[in-house]
Structure formats: C-alpha cells, structure tokens
C-alpha cells in the first residue's frame, strides 16, 4: 500500500512558476513509476508527466512539454513537478499518482494509488 500526499499549490500569476511535491509512503514507492496528473473543472483528468522508477526516464503531455519538469528523490520519498512560464489553461487541481507495474502509461485507469490533489489555479 502506498499513500501519496500533494503539496505545493496555490495562485499565481501567468508567467510565473509553482513547485508541486508529492510525499509517499512505503518502501514499496521506490520501485514504482509515478506520474502527475490534472483536472479541470468539467473536463476529464488528464496525463502531465510521468518518471520511472530510478528517475532515468520521463515523458510529458505535449502541453507542458518543455515547461514542466518531474523529479523524484527516493531517499526522500519525493516526487516533485515544477512548473514554469504557466498559463490559464494550467489551472487545474493536480494528482500525484503511483503505477506498480509499470506500465509507462499516460491513462489514469492503469495508475493504482492517488493522490488527493492540490489545487492551482493561474491568473491571467
């Protein structure tokens, strides 16, 4: 069983930056594949980044790509998404999530362990 736990979230203005982590609990978190995810109000939950095990490999939506980054510190139990140059269309709440495969997909139904999400919301 892993527990995941966002913080980081906030307001602020487009242009700016924000710093998300998520902490885990569990040995287990080490040798899973975790990944960062997003909704919008009235829209379906969507893939942001996601980063494997050892922190080797990293893919991101088309989106963000270029402008987001996902990190991860196994000591620390960590996983981090920093955020630059954000916009409106940013605003969101964000889901830490864990997959125990894994299976280095972008679909939320093959992730087992969430997050409650923190909210960013992005000024224009």
Known sequence: QVQLVESGG???QA???LRLSCAASGRTFR???MGWFRQAPGKERE???LISWNGGRTRYADSVKGRFTISRDNNKNTIDLQMDSLNAEDTA???CAA???P???DSPLDYDYWGRGTQ????S
């Open 47 to 49: 893939f942001v980044a």
């Open 15 to 17: 242009g700016g930056s």
């Open 10 to 12: 906030g307001l602020v």
């Open 99 to 101: 997959d125990r495969i």
């Open 93 to 95: 709440v964000y889901y």
């Open 120 to 123: 960013v919301t992005v000024s």
């Open 103 to 105: 299976s280095w997909s």
């Open 31 to 33: 040798s899973y594949a």
